[in-house]
């Protein structure tokens, strides 16, 4: 018994444990948006899954394959711990919110590469490439704030999308130097993290879009 | 000419009336929230359709089919006389508030079912096969919604989805008893519907979210 | 080198320049809706995207075809010079109304053809290629609206898609002539532009559904 326990633990590799890592960050940001509006335990659910696999999703269906949630349970039960970790440790939340700042980013950087290599092998062209990246990184998110009935904070606050487009653009531009995936990988992942630290530390902006006069 | 009329009633089978009725009750649904925002008959068509064909046709896509509304224009049709009922028997609607929750419910149960056998006869996992027939049952009335701004009902106030995670599940255990199907779908059916009577009879609720204090 | 641009050039057909034409006013009217939300650059972006590709990508879905924007890079940068076109030249937006709405009008004419060919070429029913002209003309639209967060105008006050719905009839009726398909899609175009025109020159209406009294 004992080894077989040993056995499953040796065989999980590292980029599961920060896909579940970063899942569980994206469950969570959803069953918070959830409690903001007073959803049952059932609505922050699904709230949950949708912000972490909806991005995934989507790419799979513009891909024409069968979407990754459905081949695996662990993104549902990832999300079902995400839950029971809100109800449990609510109060405790804010103090944690550094940890959850860096697992959702580093979440953010493993889902560009996912969703980047996923289309890089199926021949599409560079820029589809890192337009998938980007969706697998943002269109959970996106998803979110549309059940919360909010027009999507992504695109009016936060730098959030231009680190994974620009993770994307390396991902790219490494495959030509024919490093390996696994180093391309963490690069990208890096570069994404750097990125969204240093645009939340400097409070950096996209500009706004001004309105007409008169529309 | 009265034989082929013959001929084709009696080719109806039981579960085309229920899928009927459930279509139209769902339809009906979706009309009048396209009243509550004073939408156009297109707009109510639109909405009727979407909230009674989208959770089948989400469901499709996920598997890889073409969405079944496509290969019978007997959905379309049924919106449509969904939409003339509203507009003339507006005024006796609430009067048929109970014909409404019980076409509804037993609507519910028939999609969870139709659901359900597709992700089964596909081969996917066990809760694959639960989450299918849940997401043909409920996902129609998110869309609706969705389109009608405002936050899916189903995730704050309703037990509405439960009856149909309940009765997923019993469908899939009930299958390794080796029941035949039109068996197993009728007490799948029963048991969505016995669930939501109890829900709604004794105001039952999943518990709320709380939200932490400060986010 | 100015040979190969001369070349280029030539083979630029007249569909493809009605098609960039229509793109370009569905993405300008994202960015417009992004505005008015206060989006930054980014989201502007991705809604004047959505506009422009949503109604055709949802289609290539249920049709199980890979999204055709994902074949060619052309509505990405579509999209890029519509969001410096409006923040260059938003003052005089205004007095461009009029030819925003001639473009609008006639790229609504010419995704209803795309819409109806494709689902054609596949031998769909004749409501189904209907059903998929006018998605491709609307969809982008109703999503737009919905990343806006409001109800989808669509639904409520303007004559927009039934100019698409008859358009496709007459795209389907004319196919039983036989004429040829260059002549057909002129028609088409024709009509959607025409009945569009007569809709928004004499304020013409769909009747608007009444609410039952109590709900």
């Not at 056995?7 to 409690?35: D, H, K, L, P, Y």
């Not at 980047?116 to 021949?123: D, N, S, V």
Request: contains cysteine; aromatic residues 18%; glycine residues 8%.
């Amino acid at each position: 018994m004992t080894e077989y326990v040993f056995e499953f633990i040796r065989q999980i590799r590292f980029v599961e444990i920060i896909e579940f890592i970063g899942t569980f960050a994206f469950a969570i940001s959803g069953v918070r948006g959830a409690a903001t509006k007073k959803c049952d335990w059932f609505g922050a659910f699904v709230l949950g899954f949708v912000t972490a696999v909806g991005g995934g999703t989507f790419r799979d269906l513009l891909l024409g394959m069968t979407p990754f949630w459905m081949l695996n349970s662990i993104y549902l039960w990832c999300t079902f711990f995400s839950l029971l970790f809100y109800i449990f440790l609510r109060e405790h939340l804010n103090q944690l919110n550094s940890f959850f700042f860096w697992s959702d980013s580093i979440g953010l950087g493993l889902f560009v590469v996912v969703g980047a290599e996923k289309a890089m092998l199926l021949g599409y062209d560079t820029w589809v490439i890192v337009v998938m990246g980007t969706i697998t990184a943002v269109f959970g998110g996106i998803i979110r704030d549309i059940l919360l009935n909010k027009v999507p904070r992504i695109f009016k606050r936060e730098i959030y999308a231009s680190p994974c487009i620009v993770g994307g653009i390396f991902f790219v531009i490494l495959q030509v130097f024919n490093f390996n995936l696994p180093f391309i990988s963490a690069i990208t992942i890096g570069i994404v993290v750097l990125l969204r630290f240093v645009a939340v530390r400097w409070d950096l902006q996209i500009p706004k879009l001004k309105s007409e006069k008169t529309l």
